[in-house]
């Protein structure tokens, strides 16, 4: 079985095509980049050269930069990121493929009036518009972007009293690989993923730091980032897909060796 996975190079892509491999599949790592060993070159802006690297694929995992990552091409905005995704699901459709996974967020639900989630509810649309056989991960908060060894404190724009879910990149590649080895169960599915719910202080607490939240003008990310009403995720159900499913602390206990 051949799977391409989007953004291999990156945590999320790279996770998966960890676990794809493990799981043995034949995996095609795609890169902008024509020095990365073993890549297969594919421009997301070029349906074309996308086709070409699906074709004879069984499955792909599309997932497209964060507006907000320094790593992003120059000129990268959320209407980039729509048309990168949406020219994804439409060279899988050409190119056949059987199975599309669509790393999306968990806050696309809806629209929301943040440009850099709703990028990702534009594709969602899009992709039920041309009925490509789909699954949909809506990770939650990254624990992997929470947690550094040196961090002197924790700043986010989290709101210290409010529970939020988080996920470790690590563990969405593992359930992606399981997503993608059972079609039947999972195609017209979407899972929010999470491995523990735990507020700002508690977060920092585990770490033995203090937490200060930062502020933002924008008022509708900050309106998302204030919230109380955090999706309904067992997390238990996913520990069940996948027994490795982290905790925070288990998290940390991993990063810290």
């Not at 992606?176 to 039947?184: I, T, Y």
């Not at 585990?206 to 939240?213: D, F, H, R, S, V």
């Amino acid at each position: 079985m051949i799977a391409v996975v989007l953004g291999a190079t990156g945590k999320q892509g790279g996770a998966v095509a960890r676990h794809l491999v493990a799981a043995g599949w034949d995996v095609r790592a795609v890169t902008r980049n024509p020095a990365v060993p073993g890549g297969t070159v594919a421009d997301q802006d070029s349906p074309e050269s996308l086709a070409r690297a699906f074709t004879g694929a069984d499955a792909v995992f599309s997932v497209q930069p964060a507006p907000h990552d320094p790593r992003s091409p120059q000129g990268y905005s959320p209407a980039v990121e729509t048309r990168w995704g949406r020219n994804v699901a439409d060279a899988a459709q050409a190119a056949g493929v059987a199975h599309l996974v669509y790393a999306s967020l968990v806050e696309a639900v809806e629209e929301t009036g943040v440009a850099s989630f709703d990028s990702k509810w534009e594709v969602e649309r899009h992709i039920a518009a041309i009925g490509l056989p789909t699954t949909v991960l809506r990770p939650t908060t990254f624990m992997d972007g929470l947690y550094a060894p040196d961090l002197p404190k924790l700043t986010h724009l989290l709101h210290p009293s409010v529970r939020y879910h988080l996920i470790a990149v690590d563990d969405i590649g593992a359930i992606a690989a399981r997503v993608f080895a059972d079609p039947a169960r999972f195609i017209g599915s979407s899972l929010t993923l999470a491995g523990d719910l735990l507020t700002p202080v508690e977060i920092a607490g585990l770490m033995g730091l203090e937490y200060e939240q930062f502020q933002v003008d924008d008022p509708e990310l900050r309106k998302v980032f204030t919230s109380d009403a955090e999706p309904d995720v067992d997390i238990e159900a996913l520990r069940s897909l996948h027994p490795g499913l982290r905790s925070f602390a288990g998290f940390l206990s991993d990063a810290r060796g």
